[in-house]
């Protein structure tokens, strides 16, 4: 019961805000209908999520709020445009991303002293040793190969293959697709090899071979970004709730909000 209860009063209302205010917008215009009665106008502001206004005698009527969630919608799209695009490489060289790799892949690798520290080095977990074949049950590798499920939406081990995680690897080096492996680059094929002996030494297991479409990488700069449509009122919503918050640790807690080099 109380799922249809949130289905029907909070969840429906806010989704169906945006495609109901495009189709309010276009009967007005193709109607020329522009007095509407109170009673209209609370239809539609309470369909929409949208905040009425007292009624009043002016000739300010509901449509403006019903153009202004859709003029919303339109920013929101071109703002989803903008991010949807992938970003560009970064600066960094070959050898610069090779050795944050293997940082990386030696992260936990080393066994420290009880007090965390790294016997051979001053930086704690900063191991200086090569990378070895371990163990499948090694519990260094079982660790790796928990963390690296993470980039594959947290999928069990035994569903993913070996084209994801090149997949992975080439998006991680080149910040791009993997292409065929037939028509790779010599250059790019070898960088590639040696990155996947690498990480299977220290996952402590072959990659098996194969294809899984349904456990895809997580490629942060060139994947789809999911975008989730919302009406005005929400965002509205969120920004008064937090702003409330901000007020309430600031009185309770002498809390302070500011930004530094422009990070909030």
């Known amino acids: 019961m109380s799922f249809y209860l949130v289905l029907v009063c909070l969840v429906a209302p806010v989704w169906s805000a945006v495609p109901t205010s495009w189709a309010f917008a276009l009967y007005a215009f193709s109607s020329g209908r522009w007095n509407f009665s109170w009673r209209d106008r609370v ?17 300010q009527a509901p449509q403006t709020d019903i153009l202004s969630q859709v003029l919303f919608s339109i920013y929101h799209y071109y ?9 560009p490489s970064g600066s960094g060289e ?5 050795a ?23 930086r704690p977990g900063s191991p200086g040793e090569d990378i070895i074949q371990l163990q499948r049950d090694d519990p260094r ?10 980039w594959f939406f947290k ?8 084209h994801e ?6 998006w991680s080096i080149f910040n791009n697709d993997l292409p065929p492996l037939e028509v790779l680059p010599r250059s790019h094929r070898v960088i590639l090899d040696e990155a996947l002996n690498l990480l299977e030494k220290r996952a402590g297991c072959r990659i098996p071979e194969g294809s899984n479409p349904t456990m895809p990488p997580i490629r942060l700069t060139i994947d789809s970004v999911n975008i989730t449509w919302r009406p005005l009122t929400f965002y509205i919503i969120i ?20 930004s530094y080099h422009r990070l909030e």
């Open 100 to 122: 944050a790799f293997k940082r990386m892949l030696k992260t936990g690798l080393a066994n420290l002293p009880e007090d965390g520290g790294d016997e051979e080095s001053e």
């Open 155 to 162: 999928a069990p081990w035994s569903s993913i293959k070996l």
């Open 141 to 150: 590798a079982i660790d790796f190969r928990n963390t690296l499920r993470t």
């Open 165 to 170: 995680v090149r997949q992975w690897l080439y």
């Open 94 to 98: 070959l050898t610069e991303i090779e």
């Open 239 to 258: 920004c008064f709730i937090n702003s409330c918050l901000r007020l309430w640790y600031k009185a309770k807690w002498n809390a302070h909000h500011g």
């Open 43 to 59: 239809f539609f502001l309470v369909a929409l999520c949208e905040a009425s206004r007292p009624p009043c005698s002016s000739t």
């Open 79 to 87: 703002l989803a445009l903008r991010i949807s695009g992938a970003s």
